[in-house]
């Protein structure tokens, strides 16, 4: 079975240790992985702007001595044609190994990797997921704190359309005796789903305010987040809500002497750059975090396929089985989910114990059925 990375939980708690291992060997000995990746290519196929996540998917494979040819704007390429996703994975499969996905439409890596045989990784998918991210939080976490356990985690911000929160409590959720405090306004909390797949279903502590002030003396991570400007329909609620947290020193005086303050960047203005300066801000060691952790990433796809292949069990992953298709249903009430623009994504929808979801989004699904 071929191997993607289209949500955090796609890798085991082992895998993830084990591409954390690898990149601390990197950091230490990057001469023994100059050439690992020597005549191969990785496609960064990018509908999306990036700065962060496209440097260092680019830098990591021209590390690993490969190379890279992509898009960084879907109006560079045949999309502004009208090109379908599906097509698009599908022509860069013909000269590339791997690829790196992110588009502005939930669940359209998952497309993507429903009809290539090379590995896709989720680059971000819309306000969905962003799994690289979370590998990047973590390592950043694993280096700065040395754990995973025992940790309270402030995620403050957007937490409705912030990917990186979205996976990052999917990742965490894993580990022992972790505390989550989930800072926002109430237009922007955390989907249902996640508090009743993630949180509750397994259940994590977790607590939800929208007082950062408030928290702050008991977190060991503060996760702060931008209001996502480009996910909301109605630009005078983003107005509204636009600067309604901003970590300053005042703030961070009132946190442990050990705190880690992280960030997927880019910041708008909810850290003030006086901020920078302390020890506690880990946030650009975290961007430099993700050229490492991204460098595993890719040698493990590339290894793993490759010995899927050898072993002769390399197929198209197939999620979308025949108990999961009910004819019945042909939309995803989501509007932001890839099947809202892309065709023949008729298998939408699986059957759980709460009801239907969207397979691409995860979005419930609210019609009559
Ligand atoms: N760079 C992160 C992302 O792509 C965070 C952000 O854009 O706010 O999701």
């Known amino acids: 079975m071929k191997k993607d990375l289209i949500d955090i939980r796609d890798l085991s708690l082992a895998e993830i240790d084990e591409l954390i291992g690898v990149a601390e060997d990197i950091i230490d000995n990057p001469s023994q992985y100059s050439d690992k990746c020597k005549g191969r290519k990785i496609a960064t196929l990018f509908y999306e702007p990036s700065t962060r996540t496209r440097f260092s998917f680019e830098s990591a494979m021209l590390d690993l001595g490969g190379s890279v040819i992509g898009f960084s704007s879907p109006t560079d390429c045949s999309v502004a044609k009208g090109e379908s996703v599906a097509d698009t994975a599908r022509t860069a499969e013909c000269f590339a190994d791997i690829i790196a996905m992110r588009h502005y ?151 442990k002497s050990d705190l880690i303050v992280m960030h997927p960047l880019p910041r708008v203005n909810e850290i003030a750059v006086e901020v920078d300066d302390d020890p506690r801000a880990a946030y650009f060691r975290q961007v430099k975090n993700g050229k490492f952790i991204r460098m595993a990433l890719i040698l493990k796809l590339l290894e793993l396929n490759e010995q899927e292949r050898v072993n002769g069990n ?41 009801g239907y979801r969207c397979l691409y989004c995860e979005t419930k699904a609210h019609k009559s059925f």
């Open 314 to 354: 390399f197929s198209k992953p197939s999620k979308l089985g025949a108990e999961s298709f009910d004819p019945s249903i042909i939309r995803c009430d989501n509007a932001r989910c890839i099947s809202s623009i892309e065709q023949g994504l008729e298998h939408l929808f699986v059957k759980t114990d709460n």
């Open 105 to 255: 439409k939930d669940g359209a890596a998952f497309v993507a990797a429903s009809n290539v045989n090379i590995p896709v990784i989720n680059a971000g998918d819309g306000g969905h997921n962003h799994p690289t991210q979370t590998l990047t939080d973590l390592l950043t976490i694993h280096r700065e704190k040395g754990t995973f356990d025992n940790l309270t985690i402030g995620l403050c911000g957007d937490l409705k359309y912030g990917r990186t929160v979205h996976s990052l409590i999917a990742a965490m959720s894993r580990y022992s005796n972790v505390k989550f405090i989930l800072i926002s306004p109430e237009e922007l909390k955390i989907p249902e789903n996640i508090k009743t797949e993630i949180l509750e279903k397994n259940e994590i502590d977790f607590a939800e305010t929208d007082s950062l002030e408030a928290v702050m003396p008991e977190l060991d991570v503060l996760y702060m987040t931008r209001i996502q400007r480009e996910r909301f329909r109605d630009p005078t609620v983003y107005a509204r809500l636009e600067g309604i947290y901003i970590l300053d020193n005042e703030k961070l005086n009132t946190a």
